[in-house]
């Protein structure tokens, strides 16, 4: 009779393993490695099934192999994809699958696969042995071998333990700049505190410094070592003015190490070599001119990175000083794995918002009131949203704003804890009051408070928010005092007012919400996202099922580039570039002596993102060209002045234009990206037979505003199915001939270019000045659509220079002339398909 799998264990697999020395506290068994991924129906959270390993194999402590168990009618190997599986996920090199009749193993140190007779199961030393041969250290006094402090009753999930191990490791093989990137909410604070206290109980170090850029972060990490109180007292020191050099624990912010303190910084008045450890906690947006000069200084200590992101274009110095990390652990894999709450969102547009902006002119006529300031006299004719509380104050746009939102949280429970990123200050101020006001029925004073460093109790207020327990404060307005860093499990809502183009930022915001909270029961959150942030998600964010790579391309194209200072002339300091190569992929300019450099670009014109802190941001094309023939671009920026009064423009007419909840789990009863690109393709295909019918409907005026009615009212919506393809400045028509036809999605950038590469003949063969107004006016397309595509674009400011509308009219030689001009541009625009490239 065959042998269940139990029996299998107890009666075959057991026996061998013993028998090869392997004692019971060396072996454990139904190792829970996963809490099993929450999902969603409708908003009622469920958990799968955790991952649990049969055995996993340790030598003091320190797991060494992980072996999976069929029963007697499978073949020998039929568990070794399993056992490989778990082995990687915890960082081990030996991989075991058995029937009980025998083995079968995988070493990852020789990348070797051998069938094993069941006697000649490895013993301990034999693994041991193989490791120490690799390099290994497992050796007695090993810090890897120390115990993990677990009086706190913390038990360290398995990507902490192998995040601890890799970098004690590399510690031990030399290595001393360590970067660690794990998502906001996995515990880079235990991390590091278990690291620290590895290395210090086994004599390896002596003095420690935790090094932050926030008062509040320095605090929570003081508090997260309180485990090294012992009975000879507490060795932490808090570093506020002075630098004792009596204590073994240092916390500390930068800015107060950096200060002058009697004629010098603060970390000068110690010797280099006074800290042996140094932990850099939320890296990524620390200044890195400041907290390098700090590492520079104590440059023989092991440097341990914290970040919560991958690399990006504002995190590029951060990568260029620490490396590569020598662990990721991703927002998407937290979330797969059971540790991170899911989340939802709910993405909102209103009708400026759709429309990429204000026309002031066309407010004013329609009844707004525009107010300016005294002294101000470049009122441009078109506000972008990003420009919104910024450059002009819209209150009716923040106002139904306020209204849909306290709608969105009335019809879920008000009581949910929330926080609102807004543009500035004042903003925030604004966004507070309007939503204390909408929620004033519930009898609180406090439901609305505005956390800001302008705040005289901000600390007060956060406290108070962070507080699971506390009823109020319900509501938090904020600029980005919340958006890194602190630790509030109980948030459910994360609301985006303000438009967000740092990947960096997005994620870090994104990651308030990331935390259970079993106080309140919390296993999911919401992003209610009214500025198109949520474009910024990407395979770092999603579960592991949903991440996709594209293939890289064999580009050879190089750009220099240097940027100034327009004022002074000098090197604008910290700046920085990315290129755009192709659609959703971006090549950051790296730092090479006084300039900035990338490579492994396509060969054309590309647009270039420049900027630097305190400066004004530039986009400009520059060609990228082999690197024997790149030559030097310079490029000014100019320092951002002084805030001036704002615009303000009242009486805009503002209504929600549509509104979608996305869930990241398809058995949700919301429509899922999936699910939602599926209904839209079926009622774009209902509408349009080909392609070829695409560019007709495309390029008749009428037909394409008929069709888009049409598919709004069913709720399909250009823009949406842009962003969730990853392009969300994509050309319409693109958008759909990609979704229903499988045609190629350009942005509209793209589609620009090509026009000017493969209509240089054309172009050439007009005047001059008609040569150059037809280039503007395909830059008008690229910025807004081909809906610019028509007379009142001559309005903008860029067609000025030719007199205007009527000038321009006269220079083509009358309106039939310009009419046909915009019919020619847009042919060329899109192209019959024989003639596409």
Same mark, same amino acid.
Request: aromatic residues 8%.
């Given at each position: 009779?065959?042998?269940?799998?139990?029996?299998?264990?107890?009666?075959?697999?057991?026996?061998?393993?013993?028998?090869?020395?392997?004692?019971?506290?060396?072996?454990?068994?139904?190792?829970?490695?996963?809490?099993?991924?929450?999902?969603?129906?409708?908003? *009622?959270?469920?958990?799968?099934?955790?991952?649990?390993?049969?055995?996993?194999?340790?030598?003091?402590?320190?797991?060494?192999?992980?072996?999976?168990?069929? =029963?007697?009618?499978?073949?020998?190997?039929?568990?070794?994809?399993?056992?490989?599986?778990?082995?990687?996920m915890l960082d081990v090199r030996f991989a075991y699958s058995s029937n009980g009749r025998g083995f079968v193993e995988f070493d990852y140190v020789e990348n070797t696969e051998r069938v094993l007779k069941v006697t000649q199961f490895p013993r301990p030393r034999d693994l041991i042995e193989r490791l120490q041969r690799q390099g290994?250290?497992?050796?007695?006094?090993?810090?890897?071998?120390?115990?993990?402090?677990?009086?706190?009753?913390?038990?360290?999930?398995?990507?902490?333990?192998?995040?601890?191990?890799?970098?004690?490791?590399?510690?031990?093989?030399?290595?001393?700049?360590?970067?660690?990137?794990?998502?906001?909410?996995?515990?880079?604070?235990?991390?590091?505190?278990?690291?620290?206290?590895?290395?210090?109980?086994?004599?390896?170090?002596?003095?420690?410094?935790?090094?932050?850029?926030?008062?509040?972060?320095?605090?929570?990490?003081?508090?997260?070592?309180?485990?090294?109180?012992?009975?000879?007292?507490?060795?932490?020191?808090?570093?506020?003015?002075?630098?004792?050099?009596?204590?073994?624990?240092?916390?500390?912010?930068?800015?107060?190490?950096? &200060?002058?303190?009697?004629?010098?910084?603060?970390?000068?008045?110690?010797?280099?070599?006074?800290?042996?450890?140094?932990?850099?906690?939320?890296?990524?947006?620390?200044?890195?001119?400041?907290?390098?000069?700090?590492?520079?200084?104590?440059?023989?200590?092991?440097?341990?990175?914290?970040?919560?992101?991958?690399?990006?274009?504002?995190?590029?110095?951060?990568?260029?000083?620490?490396?590569?990390?020598?662990?990721?652990?991703?927002?998407?894999?937290?979330?797969?794995?059971?540790?991170l709450a899911t989340y939802k969102v709910h993405k909102v547009r209103t009708n400026l918002d759709q429309a990429g902006g204000v026309n002031v002119e066309d407010a004013i006529i329609s009844g707004a009131e525009l107010l300016v300031p005294q002294g101000t006299? =470049?009122?441009?004719?078109?506000?972008?949203?990003?420009?919104?509380?910024?450059?002009?104050?819209?209150?009716?746009?923040?106002?139904?704003?306020?209204?849909?939102? &306290?709608?969105?949280?009335?019809?879920?429970?008000?009581?949910?804890? +929330?926080?609102?990123?807004?543009?500035?200050?004042?903003?925030?101020?604004?966004?507070?009051?309007?939503?204390?006001?909408?929620?004033?029925?519930?009898?609180?004073?406090?439901?609305?408070?505005?956390?800001?460093?302008?705040?005289?109790?901000?600390?007060?207020?956060?406290?108070?928010?962070?507080?699971?327990?506390?009823?109020?404060?319900?509501? @938090?307005?904020?600029?980005?005092?919340?958006?890194?860093? !602190?630790?509030?499990?109980?948030?459910?809502?994360? !609301?985006?007012?303000?438009?967000?183009?740092?990947?960096?930022?997005?994620?870090?915001?994104?990651?308030?919400?990331?935390?259970?909270?079993?106080?309140?029961?919390?296993?999911?959150?919401?992003?209610?996202?009214?500025?198109?942030? +949520?474009?910024?998600?990407?395979?770092?964010?999603?579960?592991?099922?949903?991440?996709?790579?594209?293939?890289?391309?064999?580009?050879?194209?190089?750009?220099?580039?240097? !940027?100034?200072?327009?004022?002074?002339? *000098?090197?604008?300091?910290?700046?920085?570039?990315?290129?755009? @190569? &192709?659609?959703?992929?971006?090549?950051?300019?790296?730092?090479?002596?006084?300039?900035?450099?990338?490579?492994?670009?396509?060969?054309?014109?590309?647009?270039?993102?420049?900027?630097?802190?305190?400066?004004?941001?530039?986009?400009?094309?520059?060609? @990228?060209?082999?690197?024997?023939?790149?030559?030097?671009?310079?490029?000014?920026?100019?320092?951002?002045?002084?805030?001036?009064?704002?615009?303000?423009?009242?009486?805009?007419?503002?209504?929600?234009?549509?509104?979608?909840?996305?869930?990241?789990?398809?058995?949700?009863?919301?429509?899922?990206?999936?699910?939602?690109?599926?209904?839209?393709?079926?009622?774009?295909?209902?509408?349009?037979?080909?392609?070829?019918?695409?560019?007709?409907?495309?390029?008749?005026?009428?037909?394409?505003?008929?069709?888009?009615? *049409?598919?709004?009212?069913?709720?399909?919506?250009?823009?949406?199915?842009?962003?969730?393809?990853?392009?969300?400045?994509?050309?319409?028509?693109?958008?759909?001939?990609?979704?229903?036809?499988?045609?190629?999605?350009?942005?509209?950038?793209?589609?620009?270019?090509?026009?000017?590469?493969?209509?240089?003949?054309?172009?050439?063969?007009?005047?001059?000045?008609?040569?150059?107004?037809?280039?503007?006016?395909?830059?008008?397309?690229?910025?807004?659509?081909?809906?610019?595509?028509?007379?009142? @674009?001559?309005?903008?400011?860029?067609?000025?220079?030719?007199?205007?509308?009527?000038?321009?009219?006269?220079?083509?030689?009358?309106?039939?002339?310009? =009419?046909?001009?915009?019919? &020619?541009?847009?042919?060329?625009?899109?192209?019959?398909?024989?003639?596409?490239?």
């Amino acid at each position: 009779m065959t042998l269940s799998e139990a029996d299998t264990r107890a009666k075959l697999i057991d026996p061998a393993v013993t028998k090869a020395g392997w004692d019971e506290p060396q072996i454990r068994r139904e190792v829970q490695i996963t809490q099993g991924r929450l999902y969603l129906v409708g908003n *009622e959270p469920h958990r799968r099934q955790p991952l649990y390993a049969d055995y996993v194999l340790s030598w003091e402590g320190v797991p060494l192999a992980v072996l999976e168990a069929k =029963d007697e009618a499978h073949h020998v190997a039929a568990g070794l994809q399993q056992a490989k599986k778990y082995a990687e996920m915890l960082d081990v090199r030996f991989a075991y699958s058995s029937n009980g009749r025998g083995f079968v193993e995988f070493d990852y140190v020789e990348n070797t696969e051998r069938v094993l007779k069941v006697t000649q199961f490895p013993r301990p030393r034999d693994l041991i042995e193989r490791l120490q041969r690799q390099g290994a250290l497992l050796r007695s006094g090993d810090p890897l071998l120390y115990p993990y402090n677990t009086t706190a009753g913390l038990l360290p999930r398995y990507y902490q333990d192998v995040a601890v191990r890799r970098a004690i490791s590399a510690a031990g093989a030399g290595k001393t700049r360590l970067l660690l990137a794990l998502a906001t909410g996995t515990g880079k604070t235990y991390i590091a505190s278990q690291i620290a206290w590895k290395l210090y109980q086994t004599k390896r170090i002596k003095r420690t410094l935790f090094l932050a850029d926030r008062v509040f972060l320095r605090d929570q990490a003081y508090n997260n070592f309180a485990f090294f109180v012992g009975p000879a007292g507490d060795p932490r020191y808090v570093v506020d003015g002075e630098l004792s050099p009596h204590a073994e624990l240092y916390f500390g912010i930068y800015q107060s190490l950096y &200060a002058d303190h009697g004629g010098k910084q603060l970390f000068r008045h110690v010797p280099p070599d006074f800290f042996d450890l140094i932990i850099v906690d939320e890296c990524h947006r620390s200044g890195f001119g400041t907290w390098k000069e700090i590492l520079d200084y104590f440059g023989g200590a092991v440097q341990v990175g914290l970040t919560a992101t991958p690399k990006r274009t504002d995190n590029v110095d951060t990568y260029a000083y620490f490396g590569e990390p020598i662990y990721s652990y991703s927002l998407g894999q937290g979330i797969t794995d059971g540790f991170l709450a899911t989340y939802k969102v709910h993405k909102v547009r209103t009708n400026l918002d759709q429309a990429g902006g204000v026309n002031v002119e066309d407010a004013i006529i329609s009844g707004a009131e525009l107010l300016v300031p005294q002294g101000t006299d =470049d009122i441009k004719a078109f506000y972008s949203v990003t420009e919104f509380e910024k450059k002009i104050s819209l209150p009716d746009w923040t106002s139904k704003i306020c209204e849909h939102l &306290a709608s969105t949280l009335n019809a879920g429970n008000p009581m949910d804890r +929330t926080i609102v990123f807004c543009v500035n200050m004042d903003h925030a101020l604004e966004v507070r009051q309007r939503l204390q006001n909408h929620f004033a029925h519930l009898g609180f004073s406090d439901f609305a408070v505005r956390i800001v460093s302008e705040e005289p109790y901000s600390s007060t207020l956060l406290e108070e928010f962070r507080d699971s327990y506390r009823k109020t404060p319900v509501i @938090a307005t904020t600029v980005d005092l919340l958006s890194t860093g !602190v630790d509030i499990p109980s948030v459910r809502n994360i !609301v985006f007012i303000k438009p967000v183009g740092s990947v960096v930022v997005f994620k870090q915001i994104v990651g308030r919400g990331t935390r259970l909270d079993p106080v309140i029961d919390k296993k999911w959150f919401r992003i209610i996202d009214y500025t198109n942030a +949520t474009r910024l998600f990407d395979d770092w964010d999603r579960p592991a099922e949903d991440a996709a790579e594209l293939p890289p391309e064999p580009w050879r194209g190089m750009i220099r580039l240097q !940027v100034l200072d327009a004022e002074t002339a *000098e090197n604008a300091p910290g700046a920085w570039a990315i290129a755009v @190569a &192709a659609p959703n992929q971006q090549v950051q300019l790296v730092p090479r002596s006084n300039e900035l450099v990338a490579t492994g670009l396509p060969e054309l014109d590309l647009a270039v993102h420049i900027g630097a802190p305190n400066y004004n941001g530039r986009r400009i094309r520059l060609p @990228a060209v082999r690197e024997d023939e790149a030559e030097l671009a310079v490029v000014e920026l100019r320092p951002v002045k002084e805030r001036a009064e704002r615009i303000l423009l009242k009486g805009v007419e503002v209504e929600i234009a549509n509104e979608v909840i996305l869930t990241v789990d398809a058995t949700g009863q919301q429509m899922t990206a999936t699910e939602y690109l599926a209904y839209a393709k079926g009622a774009l295909q209902e509408r349009i037979e080909d392609r070829a019918d695409l560019r007709k409907t495309w390029l008749d005026a009428e037909r394409r505003t008929i069709l888009l009615a *049409e598919l709004e009212n069913q709720g399909v919506h250009i823009g949406l199915m842009a962003d969730l393809k990853g392009v969300h400045d994509a050309d319409g028509h693109d958008v759909i001939g990609n979704l229903a036809f499988a045609g190629p999605l350009l942005r509209r950038e793209e589609r620009a270019q090509t026009f000017r590469n493969h209509n240089s003949v054309w172009l050439s063969s007009l005047p001059p000045q008609h040569r150059e107004i037809a280039l503007e006016l395909v830059s008008t397309y690229q910025d807004g659509g081909i809906n610019q595509l028509k007379r009142q @674009a001559l309005k903008l400011d860029r067609f000025k220079k030719f007199g205007g509308a009527v000038g321009v009219v006269r220079i083509l030689g009358g309106s039939d002339a310009l =009419d046909g001009l915009l019919r &020619a541009i847009q042919e060329r625009l899109y192209p019959p398909l024989k003639e596409a490239a």
